[in-house]
């Protein structure tokens, strides 16, 4: 099988090829194709992929290119995690947004609808091509703000891209695990909203539910990383526990508060870190994938590092530094390729899975996945305030879908002004103003 994976200059390739690597039944991977725009980034991952190789019988093979065309012709598979406009553009989104007094961060809030107007366009053109290319080939999407990207994909090539996100999967295994759990990947767990704003309302163990006990009891609640950063009070009087993304709408003030008087910001931070790392692992005589082990360690340990501060949370467990969108994307493409029936949390095309919302609504939901893709499965109405919510950053998204299709301004104002953590029309004005000026990627705007 052929995985094209684009934006495969990206720093967390290696983790996609390393997964690959472990996989030794039949009908896996066997060509991997690298796409990128900066040949100078595929050149450095592509070394670190082949000091992962050496010495690994039947390794897939691996080609890169610029020409995206050539990357997606036959593909069976295509990976996309691409970032329009780099590590520079998201540190401008954050520093745009805060200077504004408004949220930053690349999914959530100003700094979110920022790169999804980026990054749409870029992504349809991706879904035509795939749609003429590849016509049979499955998209599994990284990209961020992934939800709503997912979902302007969808429209052209319906469910043959789904949206995968690693979020959910650690939580509930961090979940899992403090239940004491035997095998965390056996519970089932009952989590649903959209991407970077959702609920685990149930986590099932040889068919019962143990979440009650977990939030009536105080010490375990408050053991793991959401009880950290959330609270146990706040979890207990939600009676469920939020992905992670949703302390920056729930402790919004003290969140700015907290990038606005960091050092650097998270964007601004990898920004540097990176461009040390694909200048180190040019050095001849240095060996690639320990440079990448190294930078990658220190990026997992400064993850949410300002919301763990203002929530006194400490430092990240070490049972939590080592990602898992990368095994994510592997169960899926196992699953689909050898139709071997598994259940993944993902993002998808709603199918009246939540009543509140469209069948074309891209949502993140608990997914049966066979060789047919992947089927939503039916969960439970949300409660008032998360539905509330859910609706509104939806609204929001669809406000974006159509500013990139329509190219309008105006649409664009729409879309920041009707965001939860965007609190005022003039801001929202400013933001679009701010945000054409520092990003060449958003002159279609009129």
Known sequence: MKLTILGGGGFRVPLVYGALLTDRAEGRVTEVVLHDLDAGRLSAVARVLAEQAAGVLDAPAVTATTDLDEALTGADFVFSAIRVGGLEGRANDERVALAEGVLGQETVG?????????????????????????????????????????EAMSRHL?????????SPVGLGRRIARVLGAANPREAWIDYVGLNHLGWVRGLHIAGRDELPRLLAD????????????????????LGAIPNEYLHYYYFNREAVRSYQQAEKTRGAFLRDQQAHFYEAV??????????????????????????RETAGAGERDADDLSGGYEKVALALMRAIARDERTTLILNVRNRGTL???????VIEVPCLVDANGAHPVAVAPLPDHATGLVCAVKAVEREVLAAAGSASRTTAVKAFALHPLVDSVNVARRLVEGYTEVHPGLAYLK
């Open 218 to 237: 105080p010490d375990l609640l408050g053991s793991f990383e959401e009880g950290k950063l959330f609270g146990v009070d706040w979890l207990q009087s």
């Open 110 to 150: 100003a700094g979110g609808i920022a790169y999804g107007l980026r990054t749409v366009p870029v992504a349809v053109d991706i879904a035509r091509r795939v749609a003429r290319l590849a016509p049979d080939a499955w998209v599994i999407n990284f990209t961020n703000p992934a939800g709503l990207v997912t």
């Open 158 to 166: 319906g469910d043959r891209v789904i949206g995968i996100c690693d």
């Open 355 to 361: 009543s509140v919302l469209d069948g074309e609504a």
């Open 282 to 307: 040019t050095d001849p005589g240095a060996r690639a994938l320990d440079v990448w082990d190294r930078t990658r360690a220190e990026r997992e340990a400064t993850y949410m590092s300002e919301n």
